[in-house]
């Protein structure tokens, strides 16, 4: 209940629902958005586009989303003659968010009372962090480019193509990705191909950890659409993280450690990975 209430609410509390979801002990509960009415949409694609852009792209229809997350939602149309997704950032989605900070901020103040390290404050801080960044639309798309230049020869992984003369600071246009998701292919595939799509994703994770040093910083189940041919395509960039080498290090030793089977002091190791030893 608490992922299928959470997953339905814009800004904060739909990112938090989009994390709990499949994690274990929380049962996946699909809860769609509200979407944002096509007039206000509208408005967003006319201010960055112009009026003719607009009109060739949607015409003088109410055209119906193809997804609706927690900060934007996303359309499907032909953009100079080929299959895009539209993604179009929430009206006012940036106070919203600020509001609903404040409201994290209150709700920490009656822990003050009990003492102890935990600050929920410096938690309010990171999502304000995590969450600018993911309103960074012109940030988004640099880092689709350095995506698909970095993953360009990664086996099985596919990263859709911007069109960054139609991106700006509200819009984001890629090439579609016509696939399916997690719960879709979990159910409908062969076990053959679920396995190969597991190693591909396990490839990918472990490829972006040690040798890249930068990590999609937001893989739920509606991030990734698995292809014919056994390819897995990678979405939303709003979010990616950069990896320490002391850090990459430190995990390393840990697996090291722990593949001995051998008892062993993992303090030092944690310390290193950024564990607060209190």
Known sequence: YLTQFLGGMRGLPGKLGQTLRG?????FSEQRIQPEPWPEIRAVLDSAWGAERLAAVFGA???APAAVASLS???RA???GREAAIKVQFIEIREAIERQLRVLGWLGQPLKFFGGAFSLESYREEFRRVIDEELDYRREVASIE???STWIAREGIVVPEPCREWCGDKVIVTGWLDGLGVEDFAREADRQARERGAEILLNHFLE???RDRWVHGDPHSGNFRFLPEGRVGVLDFGCMS?????????LVGLVRQLRRGQPFDALPSFLALGFDPA
């Not at 994690?23 to 049962?27: D, I, L």
């Not at 950069?242 to 430190?250: D, H």
């Open 242 to 250: 950069e990896i320490s080498e002391n850090f990459c290090a430190a």
């Open 146 to 148: 350095r995506a698909r």
């Open 61 to 63: 229809g109410e055209p």
């Open 208 to 210: 972006s950890v040690f």
């Open 78 to 80: 032909r953009v100079e």
């Open 23 to 27: 994690r274990a002990g929380f049962e």
């Open 73 to 75: 939602q996303v359309y």
